[in-house]
């Protein structure tokens, strides 16, 4: 142990008071021997005998050197004897002794000369295994260079968790030299830590004896202020040889570089997670509405606090009076999100609404240019560059924002709008890689949104062509009560291909029909027209529903991009049975009394337009007061529910099997739909009754 290493131990703290047990000297087995001035053995340890072999009653009154010495070694030993005796010093050193089974033994002994109070002179011999001795020395040699020289930050504490030993690695991990550690506890030479952890995880080692390996621990230290730093600890208790706790060592590895790397790496993961999600959640309808505020729930909590998608009112053909002007940007709010209820939402412009930004404004510069911009760091004397108006900005300051980030949303090379995030709770600021992020999210938004107000663009000129495309009064059917309905979206010119038919077959089956071509506008109710057409032709040859599917799959693969959903169930009144097959299509209702409402659990088939896929149809009981609800995506789908709660929704009202077709037609359109509602609805509704009495001049016809 050198001056340093010493040094930096320390003094040991006084002890509360003697201590009972084995210690060093047990396991040295430290023996002593008494001489007399004759050189007979006076005084006979136990460790004495463990060492020689000797008992004390064979040892005493004994010579010494006829007893341990062998005959060479007789000079040496009494010439090293007298000079002890006359006074010349002590001495140390190694010596062969005999022991009683006759084996030689190397012993580390310290001789010196003691006098009593008549003046008698005695020699004290302490004596050890010189093997033993060596092995504690290469021991202890090993451990204080272990200590010295580790890169490792080590320490020990006593039991009142006070500093007596520190490594000059864990001085420089801590900034602190061993003196401002030694005699102070963890709180008191590391305050800036979470000292109070670390202590109660000590005072649990000392009591259990349990270490605790690898405590990850993240702050700031001296040696590296301003930045944060990581840490893995490990704590062991430290015993005597009878077992006793006497401290605590710790040893301190610097891990920040791993800590920066698996954190880099688990960030990574999460956002190729999060473009992963925003791949299947963004998009999943055709609607404006929808699409926007997909985007905002895969921004917010995940990349922002606060998300706000917007939209260029030019690019959605509405253009009032007094709208974009030079210098100026018209926007229309699209959605609105945010991780929790704050004044920022207030800040921003209502769904719906909307709102004109001039050139000064972030959003204005963002669309102009088609390129992010990321403001890391926000004053609030630099909010008036993102609020539309000064008390927009003091709502933004009362929310606490202050990092901001604008990307333009991109499609097919048009700026269509912008989304905007902001962080107030999250106090990291955006950096590039949120910036990166965003942006992938943005493009990916930016066609679903796109595709969505394009969408919502051809339906405007539509239902004129859509109304007289639909037939006005089905033809009766036997075997079958039919009542049903179409209602367009709530904004008149938004129409779309729904569309449902009733075609009397052969045999007094009937084939009832309900479909929905994807789009809208003029093609989309062209294309329906055809595939009504087609459909009708192809049930009245009396196929399989299945192949009225596959070739009515053909006709639309034949019609360019066009894709629809369909569902045709062929209706048996002498069998009481059903055929049915479904294209992509919403699965129908079957009620029957006495038996709950139930979505029939068909196979979904794919829409029609895929082309090359199989349709299975399926048969199923219908009986006289059953009921086959047939219906299009506009009745049960909204903005701001699952699907599941509103089939749910749908099959409840369904539970009164007995009440009259038509006025179950306007419960359900009346419950379902909303006045907002921007898509259309086909309902086909049929009811099993008994067929007229038979006719023999029509049976005998047959």
């Known amino acids: 142990m050198s001056t340093a290493d010493a040094s930096r131990a320390g003094p040991e703290p006084a002890g509360p008071g003697p201590s009972t047990g084995p210690g060093l000297l047990d396991v040295l087995g430290v023996a002593a021997v008494v001489l007399d001035e004759s050189g007979r053995i006076a005084l006979w340890s136990p460790q004495a005998e463990a060492l020689f072999g000797y008992t004390a009653s064979e040892a005493l009154g004994r010579f010494a050197a006829q007893l341990l010495v062998d005959e060479q070694h007789f000079g040496i030993v009494l010439s090293l004897f007298e000079k002890v005796m006359a006074g010349g010093g002590p001495w140390a050193g190694v010596f062969p002794v005999l022991r009683k089974d006759g084996s030689t033994r190397l012993a580390e002994f310290r001789n010196m000369r003691l006098e009593d109070q008549q003046g008698r002179r005695y020699a004290?011999?302490?004596?050890?295994?010189?093997?033993?001795?060596?092995?504690?020395?290469?021991?202890?040699?090993?451990s204080m260079r272990l200590v010295a020289q580790s890169p490792i930050g080590l320490a020990v504490l006593d039991t009142d968790l006070r500093y007596v030993l520190v490594n000059p690695a864990l001085e420089r991990i801590n900034?602190?030299?061993?003196?401002?550690h030694i005699g102070r506890r963890v709180t008191e030479a590391l305050p800036f830590l979470d000292a109070e952890a670390v202590e109660d995880a000590m005072r649990e080692v000392l009591s259990s004896g349990s270490p605790q390996l690898n405590?990850?621990?993240?702050?700031?230290?001296?040696?590296?202020?301003?930045?944060?730093?990581?840490?893995?600890?490990?704590?062991?208790r430290l015993e005597d040889p009878a077992g006793k706790p006497i401290g605590v060592a710790a040893s301190v590895v610097d891990v920040t570089e791993q800590h920066k790397a698996s954190t880099a790496i688990a960030m990574a993961r999460q956002r190729l997670a999060l473009i992963a999600d925003a791949s299947v959640r963004i998009g999943t309808t055709l609607d404006l509405w929808v699409t926007a505020r997909e985007l905002g729930d895969i921004a917010v909590p995940q990349l922002a606090d606060v998300a706000t998608v917007d939209v260029l009112d030019s690019v959605l053909g509405d253009h009032p009076p007094g709208g974009e002007t030079e210098g100026t940007v018209q926007f229309r709010a699209l959605a609105i999100k945010a991780a929790r209820p704050t004044p920022a939402t207030r800040a921003a412009d209502p769904v719906g609404t909307l709102a004109r930004y001039d050139s000064t404004r972030l959003v204005t510069q963002c669309v102009r240019t088609g390129r992010p911009i990321l403001?890391?760091?926000?004053?609030?004397?630099?909010?008036?560059?993102?609020?539309?108006?000064?008390?927009?900005a003091a709502l933004l300051a009362e929310a606490g924002l202050h990092s901001y980030l604008a990307v333009p949303l991109i499609a097919r090379g048009e700026v269509i709008g912008v989304m905007g995030l902001q962080r107030t709770d999250n106090p990291l600021?955006?950096?590039?890689?949120?910036?990166?992020?965003a942006s992938e999210l943005a493009a990916r938004a930016?066609?679903?949104?796109?595709?969505?107000r394009w969408y919502?663009?051809?339906?405007?000129?539509?239902?004129?062509?859509?109304?007289?495309l639909l037939p006005h009064h089905p033809t009766p059917t036997p075997g079958l009560e039919i009542a049903y309905r179409y209602q367009p979206a709530a904004a008149v010119g938004e129409v779309g291909g729904d569309w449902f038919d009733v075609i009397p077959l052969p045999d007094d089956k009937t084939a009832l029909v309900v479909g929905d071509v994807m789009g809208s506008g003029i093609n989309a109710a062209a294309t329906m027209g055809q595939l009504r057409t087609a459909a009708r032709t192809l049930a009245e040859l009396d196929l399989d529903p299945a192949v009225v599917l596959t070739r009515l799959d053909h006709t639309t693969t034949g019609l360019g991009h066009t894709m629809a959903t369909c569902v045709i169930a062929v209706y048996d009144p002498h069998h009481g049975r059903c055929r049915i097959a479904t294209a992509g299509h919403l699965p129908p209702v079957r009620t029957r009394p006495g038996h709950e409402p139930e979505l029939l659990d068909l196979p979904t088939g794919a829409p029609l337009g895929v082309g090359g896929v199989p349709f299975e149809a399926s048969t199923l009981d219908l009986g006289i007061g059953d009921e086959l609800v047939l219906y299009t995506d506009g009745l049960v789908e909204t903005r701001d529910q699952d699907i599941d709660i509103r089939l749910q929704a749908l099959t409840a009202l369904l539970g009164d099997p007995g009440r009259p077709l038509?006025?179950?037609?306007?419960?359900?359109?009346?419950t379902l739909r909303q006045p907002d509602d921007r898509d259309d609805v086909a309902l086909l509704i049929a009811r099993g009754r008994p067929l007229p009495a038979a006719d023999p001049e029509r049976d005998q016809a047959r």
Do not use: K, M
């Open 124 to 142: 004290l011999g302490i004596a050890s295994d010189q093997a033993t001795l060596r092995r504690v020395e290469r021991d202890l040699a090993l």
């Open 175 to 180: 900034g602190l030299p061993a003196s401002r």
């Open 215 to 236: 405590r990850f621990t993240t702050g700031r230290t001296p040696a590296a202020p301003g930045e944060d730093r990581a840490w893995s600890v490990s704590l062991y």
């Open 375 to 392: 403001r890391a760091h926000v004053s609030p004397g630099r909010l008036g560059g993102i609020a539309r108006d000064s008390e927009a």
């Open 429 to 437: 600021p955006f950096d590039h890689d949120d910036l990166l992020l």
């Open 446 to 452: 930016a066609v679903c949104i796109d595709n969505a």
């Open 456 to 468: 919502q663009r051809q339906r405007h000129a539509a239902l004129t062509l859509q109304r007289h």
């Open 662 to 670: 038509e006025d179950t037609c306007d419960l359900l359109l009346r």
